[in-house]
């Protein structure tokens, strides 16, 4: 038992290595910030197309926004889900339709992120029309700019 109870402690403290402190990874995002959602629904055939476009956009947010200080803009979530549809959404057993569902969530401060944001979005010009495009023919769902009405604060 007592070797058992070591074990368990050293791979807790093992785990714990490297992480930063609670107190620095307090949650940025609060009631008021402001966001992006998209949802997608993509079909077999192009989603090898939107895998290309969020690898350029991921890019894209990694070279122009900042995580923390007072540049704009300041991005305090990014984040891309993918998964297969399935036929019903509440039972995996259900099978898949064919279809792959993407979502793509931003969080910023407030309208001067979002606006820095869309400002240097709009300059990749090639980057930005294809946003546009692929949400033209298969986003289900937007929701641009709206203010976050819940959080863990």
């Known amino acids: 038992m007592k070797n058992i109870y070591l074990a368990l402690v ?3 403290l093992f785990a714990s290595c490297g992480q930063e402190p609670a107190s620095e990874t307090e949650n940025k995002i609060k ?9 997608f629904v993509v079909p077999k055939d ?3 197309r939107m895998d290309q476009f969020i690898t350029t956009h991921q890019q894209f947010m990694r070279e122009t926004h900042n995580l923390s200080g007072d540049q704009e803009p300041i991005v305090l979530s990014y984040s891309v889900f993918k998964s297969p549809e399935l036929n019903n959404p509440f039972d995996p057993n259900s099978g898949e339709t064919g279809n792959t569902l993407y979502g793509l969530t931003e969080i ?3 309208p001067e992120g979002v606006q820095a944001h869309m400002t240097l979005g ?5 980057m930005f029309a294809e946003l ?5 023919t298969y986003s289900v769902a937007g929701i641009l700019g709206a203010p976050v009405i819940a959080a863990m604060e």
Do not use: C, D, P
């Open 132 to 136: 546009v495009s692929l949400t033209n």
């Open 10 to 12: 050293s791979i807790l």
């Open 108 to 110: 910023y401060n407030g």
């Open 31 to 39: 009631v008021g910030s402001l966001g992006f959602h998209v949802s």
């Open 46 to 48: 192009a989603t090898e």
């Open 122 to 126: 709009q300059k990749r010009e090639a």
